[in-house]
């Protein structure tokens, strides 16, 4: 049975149904992304919406997203197009109605269409809103036409993906966006269904060839300790560049407030002067330390 090799958990996938992503399946005995060029959305952002604050401020970018996702957070804001029953059926390997419907954009036409809006102030294309990774094909595809049009490419994501398939797609990426959604194994394996350390191999590789920015939601009583914090912060601090000299103290970390959304609406948002707490204890290591949602 083919295994699908993009995160830690190597689906083997029957002939015809999906991966636990919900995006990729078994064709004439291969892995394929079905998801590949189906666009659920498409808009032209402020680079800091990413969140990207020390890369091309005051510019604008064009957002793309697919269907699917890797992990289950019970927060996720685009629930509708990365885990929703109505996007997809992992049980029984359907194309649902909003895949059938998602606009079919092939690589081309998309760098030609972000080459357009350059008069609108768009520096190049940014995948995002669903998990990129989960279609790293058409990400690698894309990216690499943008890049020959002199463009730049943003990649925001988990995370949760091989370093083989990072590689495809890292000579063509100026930037990225990481989730770093919390500091504790347990954290990252009972609520979300992920690996902490996927997601730090895939930081530490990344940040060798590409300007890097980390992203951590705050959810009350599940990451909000200053001692996860304090953690989390040093660990940044320590990474490396290719050169093997320490930048992580340069690395921008957005410190983000938790909203009631989806299924976790059994707790109240994150406490302001929480979120503000943490970003101080945050700057003792780090230099560039933003607050979000606040």
């Given amino acids: 049975m083919p295994r699908c090799k993009v995160c830690f958990r190597h689906c083997d996938i029957e002939e015809g149904k999906l991966g636990?992503?919900?995006?990729?399946?078994?064709?004439?005995?291969?892995?394929?992304?079905?998801?590949?060029?189906?666009?659920?959305?498409?808009?032209?952002?402020?680079?800091?919406?990413?969140?990207?604050s020390r890369f091309f401020p005051g510019s604008k970018i064009l957002s793309v997203g697919s269907y699917g996702c890797n992990l289950r957070c019970p927060f996720c804001q685009?629930?509708?197009?990365?885990?929703?029953d109505e996007t997809f059926d992992v049980t029984n390997g359907f194309l649902s109605e909003s895949q059938d419907e998602a606009?079919?954009?092939?690589?081309?036409r998309l760098a030609g269409i972000a080459e357009f809006y350059k008069k609108d102030g768009n520096i190049g294309v940014a995948f995002t809103y669903n998990e990129p990774m989960i279609g790293y094909?058409?990400?690698r595809d894309t990216a690499k036409l943008v890049s020959e049009k002199g463009m730049k490419n943003v990649l925001v994501s988990n995370g949760t993906a091989e370093l083989e398939v990072l590689e495809e797609i890292l000579p063509y990426m100026d930037a990225m966006n990481i989730d770093l959604k919390g500091f504790t194994?347990?954290?990252?394996?009972?609520?979300?269904?992920?690996?902490?350390?996927?997601?730090?191999?895939?930081?530490e590789r990344a940040v060798k060839d590409c300007h890097m920015e980390l992203t951590t939601l705050i959810i009350p009583g599940e990451n909000d300790s200053e001692e996860e914090m304090q953690e989390l912060s040093s660990w940044i601090a320590g990474l490396k560049d290719g050169a093997g000299n320490i930048i992580g103290p340069d690395i921008p970390l957005h410190i983000s407030r938790f909203f009631p959304r989806f299924k976790m609406t059994d707790r109240q948002a994150t406490e302001v002067r929480k979120v503000y707490r943490l970003a101080e204890v945050a700057r003792e290591k780090l230099k560039y330390v933003y607050t979000g949602n606040c």
């Fill in 78 to 84: 685009n629930y509708d197009i990365s885990w929703s």
């Fill in 20 to 52: 636990f992503c919900g995006a990729r399946s078994c064709r004439d005995g291969k892995v394929v992304a079905l998801n590949y060029g189906r666009l659920s959305a498409i808009a032209l952002d402020p680079i800091e919406k990413k969140p990207l």
């Fill in 103 to 108: 606009d079919i954009m092939n690589p081309e």
């Fill in 185 to 203: 194994d347990e954290y990252y394996r009972d609520l979300l269904g992920g690996s902490r350390k996927m997601v730090m191999d895939f930081i």
């Fill in 137 to 139: 094909e058409f990400v």
